[in-house]
């Protein structure tokens, strides 16, 4: 994988070197430039590949962390961990992991678990004491959660795992089937998963939405909605780092039209921080309280609520009735399969309308894309954000979701809340 | 196809958001559930802890509940009082078994392992869904297919 990168990055360089720039690496199909930095204290490996072993994971980015007993030298490398810029904390599948980490607990000592709501699927498991290592960077007695997936025959009275609350809805995704990965790395431009809500006492008239669970014993009904202090939150560990805390860069190259089987790229701490993570061209769109800016597609459209999100696989935007895009038929209904690819222009603009830029994207047939020719790479997947529908009164609410194609030929920075950087204050994106 | 055209003029609005308690009183008993009949809009309410208001179309009614999450919830309603679709938008979702009723469990099997990792669109045999999002900003809506009034295009419901 390693030599893979060297080979790409030693032949941008060579274009690059003849014009006499020195020793930059630039891929310019994307809008901002895309350096891939190279080994640093604050940079770790990102994989795009097919996940674990036997799986076939379209577009799936992957990192290795490792995690430790705290304050100790217990430790364990997990690797294939999704990297997800639409999530905060760290998530670990129960089966991937050897190390026994402590509960954590409210302060009645009652073990902490935690319901996690993804857009139709829920991870549950109990929340754990790890601490975390990524390249140079740490955070110790970090809340982490472990997946702990349907339920386990073998569990012990006392827990954990514990029974799925029934009031966890949705799909249960927690095993390595579904997930495809031995966890999540969320660094989203949130600090905790929940945040304020979470802290509320549960009740009637609470606004606590109900994600945090205690759990007085394994058995059925056991766990409680809780309220939980930020501290003890899933949070993006990046926000916890001692430095380069403000945020990260995904620096992925740019894809062959017809995909690839893997790449490799860097994910790169801190924002502004140092010299390998400077801001330069790129467009900043601050975000809303719910991480989110507009994009209108074509450009000329009534703008639609936005993300950026490194987790999703594909160029999620309208339907099959507005954009004229025909998806696919069968098991693959979920993508675009245009007869031939597209290229496509649309507009973002950051939550306030103040700044906008325009974006290519391709969409490719996805059918061609997939049909077995041994790549799980491609910058030009797409497919619907909602279905057909009949009339065209009003605007879908069902957001454009720029996920992992987005990333490709480019450097994406996700700037944290709260935290200042040379770029301005987070929430933003940047590329 | 008779067009609604979607704004307040078509809207009146029944009710201003009511407290708890004073919606217990002042809401009319009406279906909560998709495709339910049983429920009490107020038991959605004491579940979501939200203010309510009622919008009244030509062809449906709809309630709107915001829970203290800041989550809206939207429950359309035929003219027998059924519910016919369900939405959703904001920070937290909603408790789908209690939200899609009976049918919870024709979700749950057909939202199982997936290639996309992204939005949900399931296109079921009388059933719609639709599902995106991501952490802190969720969308969802689902519809029972044949339910929709005659004339209704299903894009407003949303």
Redesign the interface.
Known sequence: MRGYRMRRAGLACASVALLGLGTACSDNSGLGHSLIAGPADNVTELTVDSGLPDMSYYNGIFATVTVCVPDTSDCQSIDHVLVDTGSAGLRLLGSALTLSLPSVTDDNGVALAECTQFISAFLWGSLRSADLRISGEQVNHLAIQVIDGPVNTSTPVEGPPYAVPNDCTGYNAGTADDLQANGILGISNFVQDCGQHCTESPGLTSSNPGLYYACSSARTGDCQVAAVPLAQQLANPVALFSQDNNGTIIELPAVPPAGAPSMVGSLVFGIGTRDNNAVSQETVLQLDSRGTFKTQYPVDARPNLAFVDSGSNGLYFLSSALTAIPTCVGLLSAFYCPAFTLNLTAKNQDAKGLVSVNVKFSIANAISLLSGRGNFVFDDLGGPSTAPSSGGIGMSMAYFDWGLPFFFGRSVFTAIEGKSTPAGTGPFVAF | ?Q????GPRLFRKLLPPCA?LALLLCARPASAALGGDALSIAADQ?RL?ASVRILRAELYTMHELE?????KVREYLDSEGNVFAV?W?G???P????LLGSY?ET??KA???????????L?LPGL?I???????????RVYIVDRVPQGL????I?
Do not use: K
Request: aromatic share 12%.
């Open positions: 196809m067009r609604i055209h979607f708890f004491v802890a829970a203290a999450t800041g989550t939405s938008q920070p937290f979702r408790n789908l078994r209690q919870y979700f749950l939202a199982g392992p997936r290639v996309s990792r992204g939005p949900l669109n296109s719609v639709h599902m995106s999002g991501h952490q802190r900003a969720f969308y969802g295009p299903t894009d407003e949303r």
